[in-house]
């Protein structure tokens, strides 16, 4: 399994930014396609973005295009989710997720149930 860490998290008025980080570890001799999810008081976990194992592709959800940006760092085995012009509807603790297994690349990167790896996650509040 691969090993997941979210970091970054916390409390920003509306129109401010805010960067999340991702750091996986464990026994991995190669990079895996990421995804970003969100989840807030009483609602289901909610597809943000996710970015293909070389970070040449990117996806993104319609509530957050032209807002957020995903990428990777290979060397340091870090993904980034960068967070600009928050409103208070992104409140959310926020997860990322490992496509170790290949499913949500062949399936579809918005399905959380493909992904096999999960971070701890982070809050994110966003203040009117």
């Known amino acids: 399994q691969v090993q997941l860490v979210e970091s970054g998290g916390g409390l920003v008025q509306a129109g401010g930014s805010l960067r999340l980080s991702c750091a996986a570890s464990g026994r991995t001799f190669s990079s895996y396609a990421m995804g970003w999810f969100r989840q807030a008081p009483g609602k289901e976990r909610e597809f943000v973005t996710a970015i293909s194992r070389s970070g040449g592709s990117t996806y993104y959800a319609d509530s957050v295009k032209g807002r957020f940006t995903i990428s990777r760092d290979s060397a340091k085995n870090t993904v980034y989710l960068q967070m600009n012009s928050l409103k208070p509807e992104d409140t959310a603790v926020y997860y990322c997720?490992?496509?170790?297994?290949?499913?949500?690349?062949?399936?579809?990167?918005?399905?959380?149930?493909?992904?096999?790896?999960w971070g701890q996650g982070t809050q994110v509040t966003v203040s009117s």
């Open positions: 997720a490992a496509d170790s297994l290949g499913r949500a690349v062949l399936r579809g990167y918005g399905r959380w149930d493909q992904y096999d790896s």
